[in-house]
């Protein structure tokens, strides 16, 4: 069983919005162990590396950002449904991509780009200009 599974991809214009959400499940994620989970969004653009977009800590305190997406990307957690959300406006053709959650459970750097251990499958996101 996939441990993250995200959803929300899908085809817009640019200055568009999308929500993208991200479920944790199954045996990795046990009990609360979501809560002690830092969490990550990362995108892969065709013909080029995967790349950091946002982190977020365990309480939502922390949160850090790509500096192309600040001020158009929001990352966001609902601990008790097991969830993480990446709200993005304003979409750019250059935000086309697959985005994949990521998680490092127990992991305590936020302000990083560090991937942790688990990976989602993806969800892909085209914006046309």
């Known amino acids: 069983q996939v441990p993250l599974v995200e959803s929300g991809g899908g085809l817009v214009q640019a200055g568009e919005s999308l929500r993208l959400s991200c479920v944790a499940r199954?045996?990795?994620?046990?009990?609360?162990?979501?809560?002690?989970?830092?969490m990550r969004w990362f995108r892969q653009a065709p013909g080029k590396e995967r790349e950091f977009v946002a982190s977020?800590?365990?309480?939502?305190?922390?949160?850090y950002y790509e500096e192309s997406v600040k001020g158009r990307f929001t990352i966001s957690r609902e601990n008790a449904k097991n969830t993480l959300y990446l709200q993005m406006t304003n979409l750019k053709p250059e935000d086309t991509g697959v985005y994949y959650c990521?998680?490092?459970?127990?992991?305590?750097?936020?302000?990083?780009?560090?991937?942790?251990?688990?990976w989602g499958q993806g969800t892909q996101v085209n914006v046309s200009s």
């Open positions: 990521n998680a490092d459970i127990g992991g305590v750097v936020v302000i990083g780009k560090a991937p942790g251990r688990y």
């Open positions: 199954g045996p990795t994620f046990p009990g609360s162990s979501f809560s002690r989970t830092v």
């Open positions: 977020i800590g365990w309480n939502s305190i922390l949160s």
